[in-house]
């Protein structure tokens, strides 16, 4: 038998036959023959994919935002529950929904609306006026970089467009017109009976058998709440002594350390013209967009053109092309750093050559040139120094707060000590109850102290 096998196992065939078995294993090799390849995404919305890394994050932001809602109120495990999590799931799912059928239906956000957006959000702001040096610290707070953020806020504005113009959009029927006068003019007729309560000499006089078995019953309806008498002392910023008069130095460095507060800087009001470049694009493509480009600036740079009729002809910018390519006025460090360079180096009236984005090659023309203005270190003096004494308040404030934390733990059953150190009265309140607390006891944290083992033992609580 063995003899047969080998002599079917040896010549031309078997030669032939092992040839075409090794092609595989070359181009894909033996291990995709046992390895079972499965698939790592969480959900799938049409093409796109939601992976494991994408739904994490956006489950540790879902975290933290409930920790920030709910305080000391929150606890972890609700959250790790499948319905949480589904929950979240589906939000992202929603998300990538809304994204597809924007970009179905060409939704584009405009640099000058995301500009606008970005002025708008407060965390971004410094006494009512956007600062760019707390918008970079934020953002790196956040560990993001300026175009990561405004790419984010770019997606997160066409995904909120869509339903926007639904909800925004609303029609009346005649059956709700009619629904609605029917129920306006509508008049009723009412009668009613009110009944005198009962004489108190018209019950039999009770035994003291049914009142004790009555009390025994209703125990509860005659108990007294808990009550408790606190000594507190209050340590506030008012109190604090400091100085009248600031330093000319310390008043200027302070100046310049937040110049953007008190000084405008340059803005420049600009339009342009898109000539859009696919993300995918190749190399020809990408030059056949910069020709098109380049021919657009050259039209635009003849005499008498008009930069707004171009622009409403080609652009391919959906958010500026009915306004003429307009864009606002732009100030530096909010788009992309190659197109602001660029709207920067230009005089009033000119045009640029072609400026490359993520968005494809950009034509910008800057109409005008609003200069820095502002107050100077004279006119902003009285305000510096106002805010300086008042962070030095605060300062010598929490200094103060220290030592009395420190003063109290050293013997937490008295309170005396520390305040006759610190120049601080040693205050009463109560007795109350949890019910009827009132003055600094209605503050809930001041409550929740007060009837703490802590205190109910006999020692003083954490500051407050």
Known sequence: M???LREKTTGWMAFVI????????????????????????????GEQEISPEQFRQRFDMYRARMRQQMGDAFDVRSLETPEAKRQVLEQLIEEKLLEQAAAERGVVVPDAQLQ????KIDAFK???????????????????TPRQFQQQLRA??????????????????????????????????????????PAADSFDELDDAALEAYYQANRERFMSPERVAIEYVQLSPAVIEVPVEVDEETLRLRYEEQRNRFVEPEARLASH???????????????????????????????????????????????????????????????????????????PGAVSDPVKSDEGWHVIQLREVRAEQGQSFEDARATLQEE?????????????????????????????????????????????????AEGIAARPEVLRAAFSEEVLSGNASDPI
Not at 126 to 144: E, I, K
Not at 401 to 428: S, W
């Open 388 to 436: 300086y004494l008042e962070s030095e308040r605060e300062r010598r404030y929490s200094d103060v707060a220290g030592r009395l934390v420190d003063l109290v733990y050293r013997d937490p059953t008295t309170l005396a000590g520390a305040a006759q150190e610190l120049g601080l009265e040693v205050q009463t309140l109560g007795p109350f109850s949890r019910a009827e």
């Open 116 to 119: 606008q957006e970005i002025l």
């Open 2 to 4: 063995l003899q047969k």
């Open 273 to 347: 013209i898109l000539v859009s470049v696919p993300a995918n694009a190749d190399a020809d493509a990408v030059q056949a967009a910069r020709e098109q480009a380049a021919a657009i600036a050259a039209e635009a740079r003849a005499e008498a053109a008009d930069f707004a009729a171009i622009a409403r002809e080609k652009s391919d910018d959906l958010g500026s092309k009915a306004g003429g390519g307009d864009l606002g006025w732009i100030e530096k460090g909010l788009l992309d750093p190659a197109f602001e360079d660029a709207l920067f180096a230009l005089e």
């Open 18 to 45: 092992l040839g075409i078995l090794t092609v595989p294993f070359l181009f894909f090799g033996v291990e995709n023959y046992f390895s079972q390849q499965v698939p790592t995404w969480v959900a799938k919305v």
């Open 156 to 197: 997160d504005l066409s995904v909120q467009f869509l339903p926007r113009q639904v909800v925004e959009t609303g029609f009346v029927t005649d059956a709700d017109v009619d629904r609605y006068l029917s129920l306006r003019d509508q008049k009723r007729d009412i009668a009613w009976v009110a009944l005198a309560p």
């Open 126 to 144: 410094v006494d009512g006026r956007f600062d760019r040096d707390r918008y970079t610290l934020l953002l790196a707070s956040q560990n993001m």
